[in-house]
C-alpha cells in the first residue's frame, strides 16, 4: 500500500495513547476514539511501576523519556510485609535502588495526551457498533453518525471491550477475587503513622481469609486494596456502597482480628470506597485473524493485576503494532504478524497472573508471597507480585 493506513483506535488508556504517539512520531495519523468526556472525567486509578523491557521501552520509542523522568519516582519502589499482628516480614531495604519507578497513571495520561497533535483524540466517542465494508475496510458508528472508512481498527477499549466479540467469543471470568479500593489523602501530614506504617512503596499483609496491599502514590496519597476470596457480588451485598462510613465500618469488621495500627488505615480512609472484582480472560487467549481489525492491552488479554504487568504489556503491544505497521508495505500483515508476536508474548505474564491470582488467599498465601519477595529480592530480577 502506497498511501498511509486510516487507523481508529478505541480508548485512550495507556494502550491506546501509547500506540497513538509511537504512530505519530512514525509519521502515521490516526483518530483515538474515547468514551470519557474529557481527560479528567474519571479517577485513572493508582500507581503504576514501569519495566524496562516494555513500558519504560514504549516510552523512549515514543521519545518521551524526559517527560517520563518528570514524572516518575524513583524514591517508591519499596515493598514490605507485615504479619497480622504488624510484625515486619520482609523489607527490601533500598525503596529508590529499583529500575522499575513508579508513575501515577493521571500524570502519565497527561504526558501521553500531551505528545499527541491536538484533535487526535476525540471525547466523548464511544462506537455503538463496528462494521466491515466489502473492501476490506470498516465503519464505526457513534450517536452522531458513521465515522470512516478506516483501513484498521485498534481495539484498546479495556477489559470490556465492545470490539472483543467481533473477533473472539471469549469474556473476561470473574477470578474468584474481590478488591475494595479505598484511599488516604495527605497521608504524611494527615496520618503520619499509616504513612509511616505503609513507607516508601508498597504494604501487603495477609491473614484470615483477608488480604491487604496499600501503596504510596504521589503528593502522599496512599491507595489502599482489601482482598477477599468471595462470590462475584459478595461486596455489593455486604458493603452498602451508598455510605462511605457504613462501608468503613464493614472493613473494620472484616479485619477485627489485625492489629490497631493495621486497622488504622481504614479509619484514615477518605470516602471514596470502590468494588473490584478481578477478572481475566484465559491463559492462552486469542482469536483468527480478521482483516482491519485487532485488539491491544486488556481488550486482548486482561489478566490479573498480581503480576503488576497490565499497563506494561499494553504499551509494548503499542510499540510491536507501531513497529509493523511503520515497517510493512502491507498493513494487513502487520497486523497479522503483530498478533502472532503478541499471542506467545503474552501468555507467560498471563500464566503468571493466574497463578498468583490462585494462590492469593489460599491457606499458605502469607508465606507464598514471603517466598515469592525473599526470591526476588535475591535475584533483583522481577518486582514481587502486584505492582
Ligand atoms: C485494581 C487494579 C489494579 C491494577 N494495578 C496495576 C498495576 O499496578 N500495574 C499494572 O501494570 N497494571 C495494573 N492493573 C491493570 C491495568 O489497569 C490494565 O492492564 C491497563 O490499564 C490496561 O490498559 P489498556 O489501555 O489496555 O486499557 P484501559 O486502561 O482499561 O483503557 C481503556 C480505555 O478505553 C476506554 N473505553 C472503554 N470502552 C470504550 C468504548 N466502548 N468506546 C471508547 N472508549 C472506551 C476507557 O474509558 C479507557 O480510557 C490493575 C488493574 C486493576 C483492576
Redesign the pocket.
Known amino acids: 500500500m502506497n498511501r498511509l493506513p486510516r487507523i481508529a483506535i478505541?480508548?485512550?488508556?495507556?494502550?491506546?495513547l501509547t500506540l497513538a504517539r509511537l504512530l505519530h512520531v512514525r509519521g502515521i495519523g490516526c483518530t483515538v476514539?474515547?468514551?470519557?468526556e474529557h481527560a479528567l472525567a474519571r479517577p485513572q486509578?493508582?500507581t503504576?511501576?514501569l519495566h524496562e523491557d516494555s513500558g519504560l521501552l514504549a516510552l523512549e520509542r515514543a521519545g518521551l523519556t524526559a517527560g517520563f523522568q518528570a514524572i516518575a519516582r524513583y524514591e517508591d519502589q519499596g515493598t514490605r510485609l507485615i504479619d497480622k499482628a504488624g510484625r515486619l516480614l520482609f523489607e527490601e531495604q533500598d525503596a529508590t535502588s529499583g529500575n522499575r519507578p513508579e508513575v501515577d497513571r493521571t500524570a502519565l495520561r497527561e504526558l501521553l495526551l500531551g505528545a499527541l497533535p491536538a484533535g487526535c483524540v476525540r471525547w466523548g466517542?464511544?462506537?455503538q457498533q463496528a462494521r466491515p465494508l466489502d473492501d476490506g475496510t470498516w465503519t464505526l458508528a457513534f450517536d452522531h453518525g458513521i465515522e470512516g472508512p478506516f483501513d484498521l481498527v485498534v481495539g484498546?477499549?479495556?477489559?470490556w471491550s465492545?470490539l472483543r466479540p467481533l473477533l473472539s467469543r471469549y469474556q473476561p471470568q470473574y477470578s474468584g477475587l474481590t478488591?475494595v479500593?479505598f484511599g488516604i489523602d495527605d497521608a504524611d501530614n494527615a496520618h503520619p503513622a499509616v504513612a509511616q506504617l505503609v513507607g516508601r512503596g508498597k504494604l501487603s499483609v495477609e491473614a484470615d481469609g483477608r488480604a491487604l496491599i496499600v501503596q504510596r502514590n504521589g503528593r502522599a496519597h496512599l491507595r489502599g486494596?482489601a482482598i477477599f476470596r468471595v462470590p462475584a457480588d459478595w461486596a455489593e451485598r455486604r458493603f452498602d456502597f451508598t455510605s462511605p462510613s457504613r462501608v468503613r465500618q464493614g472493613l473494620l469488621e472484616e479485619f477485627a482480628g489485625f492489629a490497631p495500627q493495621i486497622r488504622a488505615l481504614f479509619e484514615a480512609s477518605n470516602d471514596s470506597f470502590v468494588p473490584?472484582p478481578?477478572v481475566a480472560l484465559p491463559v492462552g487467549h486469542h482469536w483468527v485473524h480478521r482483516r482491519g481489525l485487532t485488539l491491544?492491552?486488556?481488550?486482548a488479554h486482561?489478566m490479573s493485576?498480581f503480576g503488576?504487568?497490565?499497563?506494561?504489556n499494553?504499551m509494548r503491544d503499542a510499540l510491536e503494532l507501531a513497529h509493523r505497521l511503520a515497517g510493512n508495505a502491507d498493513d494487513d500483515a502487520a497486523v497479522i504478524a503483530y498478533e502472532m508476536q503478541m499471542f506467545e508474548r503474552i501468555e507467560a505474564s498471563a500464566a503468571q497472573a493466574a497463578e498468583a491470582a490462585a494462590t492469593q488467599l489460599s491457606h499458605d498465601g502469607q508465606a507464598l508471597t514471603l517466598e515469592t519477595y525473599r526470591g526476588h529480592a535475591a535475584s533483583r530480577a522481577v518486582e514481587p507480585g502486584?505492582?
Open positions: 478505541v480508548g485512550a488508556g495507556p494502550g491506546g476514539f474515547e468514551r470519557d486509578g493508582g503504576l511501576d466517542c464511544a462506537p484498546a477499549d479495556g477489559a465492545r478488591f479500593e486494596y473490584r478481578i491491544l492491552g486488556d481488550a486482561v493485576p503488576g504487568e497490565g499497563v506494561n499494553a502486584f505492582a
